[in-house]
T-cell receptor, first 111, second 114 residues
Framework: EDKVVQSPLSLVVHEGDTVTLNCSYE??????LLWYKQEKKAPTFLFML????IEKKSGRLSSILDKKELFSILNITATQTGDSAVYLCAVRSDSWGKLQFGAGTQVVVTP | EAQVTQNPRYLITVTGKKLTVTCSQNMNHEYMSWYRQDPGLGLRQIYYSMNVEVTDKGDVPEGYKVSRKEKRNFPLILESPSPNQTSLYFC?????????????FGEGSRLTVL
């Protein structure tokens, strides 16, 4: 059975800290891994990763995929209160249409 | 403005009373999908559609039906809702052949079944 597991489930940090979120997966015929940010409404897209070792970067956020060890990391540097959200990882495998999400990591950034 | 529109946004209903949640997108996307979100469980896929008249089950299809008669619309039908279908529902669309293949989500429909 396919699995997508995110850790930690939640964390609280102070503004300026660096956060590292983990997403591990066990799926058949991996196609891609996507990261989303959800702030009490619809998830918004952050990154899509398909190749190992290539870092995707957008401002203070970055992500990398390890297809050998079957995990991805999302890093947020110099955190701000606006980074407070649930971060969701999703894996596309087998059929392009099937997308399996992890349970998410709740990040709270305190002033 | 490119968007995915769901209706209703909020609904309280009773067990057994058929309901439909509509979803419409204006981006000419081939792919559409429905998810439910419950605390601690993340987003779980209910059904998806790769194109008109093509639908497939996701991970939790029981108790739901869908149809894809037009490219822009993908309604979710609960023929006989039960309390365990109380949830937050998201519709999403994408274009498999373009860009990152990211999903564009609607604003969500919060359903309560009494």
């Amino acid at each position: 059975e396919d699995k997508v597991v995110q850790s930690p489930l939640s964390l609280v940090v102070h503004e300026g800290d660096t956060v590292t979120l983990n997403c591990s997966y066990e799926v058949t015929n991996f196609r891609s891994l996507l990261w989303y940010k959800q702030e009490k409404k619809a998830p918004t897209f952050l990154f899509m990763l398909t190749s190992s070792g290539i870092e995707k970067k957008s401002g203070r956020l970055s992500s990398i995929l390890d297809k050998k060890e079957l995990f991805s990391i999302l890093n947020i540097t110099a955190t701000q209160t606006g980074d407070s959200a649930v971060y969701l990882c999703a894996v596309r495998s087998d059929s392009w249409g099937k997308l399996q999400f992890g349970a998410g990591t709740q990040v709270v950034v305190t002033p | 403005e490119a968007q995915v529109t769901q209706n209703p946004r909020y609904l309280i209903t009773v067990t057994g009373k058929k309901l439909t949640v509509t979803c419409s997108q204006n981006m000419n996307h081939e792919y559409m999908s429905w998810y439910r979100q419950d605390p601690g469980l993340g987003l779980r896929q209910i059904y998806y559609s790769m194109n008109v008249e093509v639908t497939d089950k996701g991970d939790v299809p029981e108790g739901y039906k869908v149809s894809r008669k037009e490219k822009r619309n993908f309604p979710l039908i609960l023929e006989s809702p039960s309390p365990n279908q109380t949830s937050l529902y998201f519709c999403a669309s994408s274009s498999p052949g373009k860009g990152s293949g990211e999903l564009f989500f609607g604003e969500g429909s919060r359903l309560t079944v009494l």
